[in-house]
């Protein structure tokens, strides 16, 4: 496989002609989102909200897309566009738990989803043990529709902090049953593991009753792009049996390509089901593994995935368009990784023939690689290696992957990021394999936006998105 291929413009391409062709486009176009006039705060009410999710992307990951966007397509990225045209509120935000300046995933949507700020690892269940009621309640309460789109298993913590409320974050087998009960009307992404009955510990087959309840199953990207002209209302869709794979694996493997849609092509489908209620819906987009990439100090994963997840603000700003009632939203619930790209060489003049051709070269991400290693020869792994990561593997080497793999965990994986060093070969560092604290980047158009302030706490869009659509 070539990774001599142009990923990012290939997968946009691939996305036009994938949506064109099955009959998801409510306009006759997409060519040319970036021309089109988006309206600005017009009153107060909204009919939809739509929120952006980009997990745990850093200042630095958001930057890096966007040059590396440039040099791959002459084109900057969706997010910089906005700013650019001066057609958004922007805000910086600051991402707080109740018991740590820095947020896990689970604390910082349900701050957003209910506004109070809670502990790390819970979801929706305040310090003091009381129970929240997530925004998704509120919503449909109001007659409207909600939906949950993300690239890591749907019961993952952010899209289930809109929805869910259990203890500890771990508990996705519950959470998919709650989704069922709660009727949550879209569920797209990964984690087909939660809802089966050979993989959930109580043994039920929860497909089988989200079914007899009315949901469409969709377990494949073809199912997904060719539901046809019924457009079923509630929508199970499930591509994997955990999270998705990252965008860069999608980009280079035909076979994961073919079975998981794209961030932006769920998007669409979720669109199309949400706006079929007039009373409107809360869709929440999730690029949720630009936070893996980043605990994982990958930077093909995080690139790549961040570019991914910017196509979801082309798609939101074409919907928002043509249905000017909507709140878009676009932001992340921290950041992750410290990901930051530093000056190469004397006077910095190194950088840009370190940092593209760097990430040019990378063909697949370390998690990738360590999951096709225990299946493959020794020497078709040594090749395979050396042509995704120009990383050769010596005798010493494959004595260290022997005990990397009894291990286990991300042992492999940890090996290859080390062999590979990306610091060296990209410019990009990393301050750790952690969440970080900084204030992160918000923008926001349509009725409502114009509240949001210059700098606000995560907390502080619950009563914005409760306004916008006059929850009680
Ligand atoms: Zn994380």
Redesign the pocket.
Known sequence: MKHSQNPASISRRGFLSATATAGLLWSPTLAGCGSMEIRGDDGDEARSVIFLVA??MNTGTWTLADYYLQHRSKQRTEWVQLYQERAVTRALMETCSANSRVT??AAAASAWSTGVRIDNGAINFAPDGSELEPIHRRVQQSGRSTGLVTTTRVTHATPAAFAANVKVRGEEDTIARQYLEREVDVLLGGGEKNFSAQTRADGIDLKQQYQAAGYQLLQSRDQLLNMGEERAKRLLGLFWPSHLPYSIDRNQQPEIAQQVPTLAEMMRRALSSLEQNRHGFLLQVEGGRI??G??GNDVGAVVHDQLAFDECIAVAREYSQQHPETLVIVTTD?G?GGCQLNGMGSGYRDTDQTVFPGIDAIGASYEYLQSVFPSLETEQFKALVQQRLQVEIDEKRQQELVVARAKGGYAVANLLRSWHGSYARTGVNWTSG??TGEFVELCAWGPGSAAIGQWIRNTDLHPVIGKALQLS
Request: hydrophobic residues 0%; contains cysteine.
């Open positions: 997990d745990g896990d995933s936070d893996h980043g605990h921290h992750c952690n969440h």
